[in-house]
Nanobody, 134 residues
Framework: QVQLAESGGGSVDSGGSLTLSCVAS????????MGWFRQTPSATEREGVA????????TYADSVKGRFTISQDIAKNTLYLELNSLKPDDSAMYYC???????????????????????????WGQGTQVTVSS
């Protein structure tokens, strides 16, 4: 079992930057793909923001391409999300997620469109709030 703990959220002005961190603990050797998702109070499901596999291959949502950067330090079991040029629409609870089940992980390697689907991830953190004011 893997446990995930996010940090780094906060309140910033439009155009500002933040860096989110997610520390993994437990059976960390089972983490195959990590991702960041976000959800607003009115949304019915979490929106995929960015993902990265163990080889460092990344996938981004169109809404954040060029502004957000996902990275990882495998030795430190830590996932990062650098958020730049923030907009009020980026305000949300941001969640770190891990996909460890071989089936979904394999499918995501073959079908990139699945990589930002929350249902493919089996482990979630508690979330960290990002608020961007105009």
């Amino acid at each position: 079992q893997v446990q995930l703990a996010e940090s780094g959220g906060g309140s910033v002005d439009s155009g500002g930057s933040l860096t989110l961190s997610c520390v993994a603990s437990g059976k960390t050797d089972r983490r195959y793909r990590m991702g960041w998702f976000r959800q607003t109070p009115s949304a019915t499901e979490r929106e995929g923001v960015a993902t990265i596999n163990t080889e460092g291959s990344t996938t981004y949502a169109d809404s954040v391409k060029g502004r957000f950067t996902i990275s990882q330090d495998i030795a430190k079991n830590t996932l990062y999300l650098e958020l730049n040029s923030l907009k009020p629409d980026d305000s949300a609870m941001y969640y770190c997620a891990a996909a460890t089940a071989p089936g979904p992980v394999g499918a995501m390697e073959v079908f990139p469109a699945l990589r930002l689907k929350g249902e493919k991830y089996d482990t979630w953190g508690q979330g960290t709030q990002v608020t961007v004011s105009s």
